[in-house]
């Protein structure tokens, strides 16, 4: 199968399953509703314009005025995660439906107030959201500086400890847009960092959104000792990836690509391309000319075969992409999928770190996780 067959095939599965679950939701909710309070000339286009309103974002975000674009992502990515919570309640309604027709354990009285039942189950239902949404856009805005302290081995270097701070999916586009990332960048260099690190997923996807509001100006102002440096994710790929590594450079982020940058005499900084390109090197084969007397640090947007940098002993390996799930209970799908789904983890003599990330996808809504930069304190002995 090529691979413009495997998108079609793909989309097809994609809007088959995004459409049913919009049109089961839409349905229940409909019939949760009393029509004399949303009439269905209202209720039905609003509800179909929240359901593609992120899709037509992406579709035409080229010819969408930039507040008109930022405002339909912000409100088709509320409703996708409000669709999840929706799609599941509806579930378990027709679920306990379907307990009382083979059972009858309800009451009589639940089945005289029938209407008012609905529509108070909905109703809790948008409070309890809007609640956990507020809650959810502060754990976004708040960022948690993580602080690690780990040892490796020094090996050759001429250094006995050095501060390393990492960001992943920093997401910058319409919805983090510049003021977030200046708060973002006071955060970072407020923890004087030896060297930043950024595991790919900088920009999120309008490349157009990055430019027109100078954001590369802002991450130029970025402080480290020695050098900011950077990989690719999986979202420059889905941008426009040439594009994104003309953004990069012309920030004064130092972009590496399959390859490392050795500080001298000091630590060696590995840089993967993202798993998107299936013809990425593998670690081995970008090692192969470095020097093995430093200690390596190696950045992997997506942590997928960790094993492979246990056999290249790499010391401290940097991932991002999960989110950690960025809602709840999507975190433990994501520990179910990942060896390391979030997280600090050491296997063999290799430490790995999984961030949350620093943006967002969707809507700056985080529910039951947390955006956090991440600090390491390493100790070389």
Not at 71 to 95: C, K
Request: proline residues 2%; charged residues 20%; contains cysteine.
């Amino acid at each position: 199968m090529n691979k413009n067959l495997r998108l079609i095939v793909f989309f097809l599965f994609f809007f088959s399953v995004f459409g049913g679950i919009n049109y089961y939701v839409i349905i229940r909710g409909r019939q949760a509703i009393p029509e004399e309070f949303f009439p269905d000339y209202l209720f039905f286009p609003l509800l179909i314009f929240l359901s593609l309103a992120f899709v037509f974002s992406v579709m035409f975000e080229k010819i969408i005025h930039y507040k008109i674009l930022a405002f339909m992502e912000l409100l088709g990515g509320t409703w996708m995660i409000y669709l999840l919570y929706f799609f599941v309640m509806a579930i378990f309604g027709d679920l306990f439906r379907l307990l009382d027709y083979f059972f009858a354990v309800f009451p009589d009285s639940f089945y005289e107030n029938y209407d008012l039942v609905k529509l108070a189950y909905l109703l809790t239902l948008i409070l309890l959201l809007i609640v956990f949404s507020i809650i959810g856009n502060r754990k976004f805005r708040k960022t948690e500086i993580v602080h690690k302290k780990i040892s490796i081995d020094s090996k050759k270097s001429t250094l006995n400890k050095i501060r390393i701070v990492a960001v992943s999916d920093v997401h910058l586009g319409d919805l983090i847009n510049v003021r977030s990332l200046r708060r973002f960048v006071e955060q970072i260099n407020n923890l004087n960092a030896d060297i930043i690190l950024i595991a790919g997923d900088l920009f999120d996807r309008n490349l157009q959104s990055v430019e027109r509001q100078g954001m590369t100006d802002v991450l130029k102002t970025l402080e480290a000792k020695n050098g900011v440096y950077g990989i690719l994710g999986n979202h420059e790929y889905i941008g426009n990836v040439n594009k994104a590594v003309e953004l990069i450079e012309k920030a004064g982020i130092k972009l590496l690509r399959d390859s490392y940058f050795e500080i001298e005499g000091t630590i060696c900084i590995v840089g993967r391309d993202d798993f998107t390109n299936k013809k990425r090197k593998t670690i081995k084969l970008i090692l192969e000319n470095s020097n093995n007397e430093l200690p390596k640090i190696l950045l992997d947007h997506q942590p997928v075969n960790l094993s492979e940098a246990v056999e290249n002993q790499i010391d401290l390996q940097i991932s991002g992409h999960t989110h950690n799930g960025q809602i709840y209970p999507i975190n433990h799908i994501v520990s179910l999928i990942y060896k390391l789904g979030y997280g600090y983890k050491k296997i063999g003599n290799t430490h790995f770190y999984v961030s949350s990330g620093l943006g967002i996808w969707g809507a700056p809504i985080r529910i039951g996780t947390q955006s956090e930069i991440v600090c390491f304190d390493l100790e070389l002995k």
